[in-house]
């Protein structure tokens, strides 16, 4: 069992950074690839990034590559997801994820727990 539970939403103008966060209980975290995922109004649950177990291999959308970074850190059951240059078309529901392996997977039925989400708003 992991419990997730997201942080650092907010409202940023275009061009701004945010920093979300995920804490992660459940002694099975370490072993376990993490993504990031969002959901606008009126869309479907799109994949935004992952990292694998051991943090050594990470995979993004095109539409955020180059702007969104993720890390981990397994000695404190976090995963973070850095936001630079923030862009309208990013306001969504942003929802962490805990896969049900090691590897880096972006499809979301490869993901077994789902934390309850957090709301980042990007004005133009």
């Known amino acids: 069992q992991v419990t997730l539970v997201e942080s650092g939403g907010g409202l940023v103008q275009a061009g701004g950074s945010l920093r979300l966060s995920c804490a992660a209980s459940?002694?099975?975290?370490?072993?376990?690839?993490m993504g990031w995922f969002r959901q606008a109004p009126g869309k479907e649950r799109e994949f935004v990034a992952v990292?694998?177990?051991?943090?050594?291999?990470?995979n993004y959308a095109d539409s955020v590559k180059g702007r969104f970074t993720i890390s981990r850190d397994n000695t404190k059951n976090t995963v973070n997801l850095q936001m630079n240059s923030l862009k309208p078309e990013d306001t969504a529901v942003y929802y962490c994820?805990?896969?049900?392996?090691?590897?880096?997977?972006?499809?979301?039925?490869?993901?077994?727990?789902w934390g309850q989400g957090t709301q980042v708003t990007v004005s133009s």
């Open positions: 994820a805990a896969a049900r392996g090691f590897y880096a997977y972006n499809a979301l039925a490869q993901y077994e727990y």
């Open positions: 990292i694998s177990w051991s943090g050594d291999t990470t």
């Open positions: 459940g002694r099975s975290f370490s072993s376990r690839a």
